[in-house]
């Protein structure tokens, strides 16, 4: 099984509207970060949330992050097309603050 | 600032043939970072360089996977010989230091590797 799992798979919605996507991770952490990757992109990096932070905001996004339960969740607001694009959790790995584990990703399409 | 780059964009081969991708990362960054994403599936690491020294390579599938780093500048993944299953998109990441130091990964645009 997977370290980071988002969920949903696939999200559709209108402009304007907000998006929530979660993660469910495994073991301890460090920190846990998300990244978007738009079609045929690299990915690139959003936000980051130490383990000991509840809550953090940059401009439209809003990540939480519940250790308790494993768990993570971002929150795009007043979405856009050009938010249309893949999202990924990451993770470093249990044992090891050298990499990162990443899910198989929340696909995203906004449209107008 | 340059990102990081990788070359080729995409590649498609027969398999048994042999592939070599290139990743340059953003200049200064002393980990760089190899992964892969096959079709649908999650982002696999590969392996993890610290300059030219192999750190962690536990994400290599097997013993045709290469990867190299000459002087702790850019580096290659060689694939030989190639197989159906490696299809997907290689991925290349640098960053100034590690994850689990809240440094974040500076990702290229992927090779796709096409396996006949």
């Known amino acids: 099984s997977q370290q980071g799992e988002e969920d949903p798979q696939a999200l559709s919605i209108q402009e304007g509207e907000n998006a929530t996507m979660n993660c469910s991770y495994k073991?301890?952490?460090?920190?846990l970060q998300w990244y978007r990757q738009n079609s045929g992109r690299g990915l690139v990096h959003l936000i980051l949330?130490?383990?000991?932070?509840r809550e953090k905001h940059s401009g439209r996004l809003r990540v939480t992050l519940d250790t308790s339960k494993k768990s993570s969740s971002l929150l795009i607001t007043a979405s856009r097309a050009a938010d249309t694009a893949s999202y990924f959790c990451?993770?470093?790995?249990?044992?090891?603050?050298?990499?990162?584990?990443f899910g198989t990703g929340t696909r995203l399409q906004v449209t107008l | 600032e340059a990102g990081v780059t990788q070359f080729p964009s995409h590649s498609v081969i027969e398999k048994g043939q042999t592939v070599t991708l290139r990743c340059d990362p953003i200049?200064?960054?002393?980990?760089l970072y190899w992964y892969r994403r096959v079709m649908g599936k999650e982002i696999k690491f590969l392996l993890h360089?610290?300059?030219?020294?192999?750190?962690?390579e536990s994400g290599m599938p097997n013993n045709r996977f290469l990867a190299e780093r000459t002087g702790g500048t850019y580096s290659t993944l060689k694939v030989q010989p190639a197989e159906l299953e490696d299809s997907g998109v290689y991925f290349c990441?640098?960053?100034?230091?590690?994850?689990?130091?809240?440094?974040?990964?500076?990702f290229g645009p992927g090779t796709r590797l096409t396996v006949l």
């Open positions: 990441a640098s960053s100034h230091g590690l994850p689990g130091q809240d440094y974040w990964l500076f």
């Open positions: 073991t301890s952490i460090n920190n």
């Open positions: 949330i130490r383990s000991n932070e």
């Open positions: 990451a993770t470093d790995a249990p044992g090891t603050a050298s990499k990162l584990t």
């Open positions: 200049s200064g960054h002393d980990n």
């Open positions: 360089f610290v300059k030219e020294s192999k750190q962690d």
